[in-house]
């Protein structure tokens, strides 16, 4: 009887219990409502339009949102100065910090990335990283001569240097890693005197329990206090346009829309009138455009490329047993080889793209030769030529004297021949001329 009265009380028990730890846990480690935001967001790729779209488009929404800190996680082989300079500007102005970590270990931040690192309210690393190499090359490929490299190079170590005194870190360093492309490992830039970053750490969760508490200086000379304990984590990604078009712009992508481009436009050369192959070609073309203006591109190369792309035309057009063909292939692997021109092996084309896209072309560049000539080859079957050849029966008697009529394909023609042929024989049509023909017993 005593049975179910005693279960209903352990059952209390073990709820109130369950209940508290619950409560417990939940007090210490869920965020509260009123905890501190902090927005994370990945960059990693090259600084371009569509980068810095992300970045200052996170900034505003972190702003938006009344965050207490934006971290951006950098992985970058340099990129566009106007882009940087945009991006620097937007962090400057925002009323939050603005902290950069290059990580995760074995990444970079070289040339637009470094000046990035340089301008952040918190400049961090994870180990086995390094930032540097910020010397400016022109944005075409092209050498410059010494005047203009001297005025870009000294133009963006005064950036540099202003940006280093705002955030009170080695400014000569900084200007040697534009004048000089001087590179540092994460100890170099921890430990130079002054530093040119504040902290290292191995991730981001690392990164936000060191900041807990840290007062930095902002740019403008106020000084805040981080509090970074509990936070409300939020991650942002790129949206689906931006991360198609900073795909885009990889070197190896854009060369294969490029190539894709030039194949169909090939293609719809050769044969009018296909429609399809020269929609894709039209469009591909047009993106590998847009992500060769992001590039920096050598002209004389994509110049190449395009003269290539001509020879192949011309191949249709003129009969050169494959020399136009075979100068189209050179033409198209030597421009290859010199489209994009960087230091950066991360904006340098690969072989294994290059040499693959060449063979294709000379593949199919020597299918199309193969059929034409063997079109050529074959015998006309249309026209007066392609009455030559034909069998037909005599309806009257034809001779060298008296010509008379056959019948050939449902026509009845005029008909001579060189010696006599009776009515109702097989013949031979041997030539043609006006409508008259002659032909030849079979």
Known sequence: MSVRPLRRVEAAILLFAVGHVYSAHGTTGAPQPDAPAVVLAEVDSIIQPVSAEFMIGTIDRAEADRAALVVFTLRTPGGLVDSTRAIVTRMLAAPMPIAVFVGPSGARAASAGFILTIAADVAAMAPGTHIGAAHPVSGEGEKMDETVAKKAAQDVAAYVRTLAAGR??????????VNQS???????ALNASPPLIDLTARDVPELL???????????DGTSITLRTAGARVTRREMTLRQRVLSAIAHPNIAYLLLSLGMLGLTIELWTPGAVLPGIVGGVSLLLAFFALSLLPVNYAGLLLILLGLVLFALEIKVTSYGLLTAGGIVSLVFGSMILIDSPAPELQLSLRIVLPVALAFSGIAAMLVRLGVAAQRQPAVTGAAGMVGEIGRALTPIGPAAPGRLAVHGEIWDAAADEPIAEGARVRIVSIEGLRVTVRPE
């Open 168 to 177: 009170h870190r080695n400014v000569t360093l900084a200007e040697e890693a």
């Open 182 to 188: 001087r590179a540092f490992t994460e100890e170099e």
């Open 209 to 219: 329990e060191r900041l807990n508490g840290r007062t930095i200086r902002r740019f």
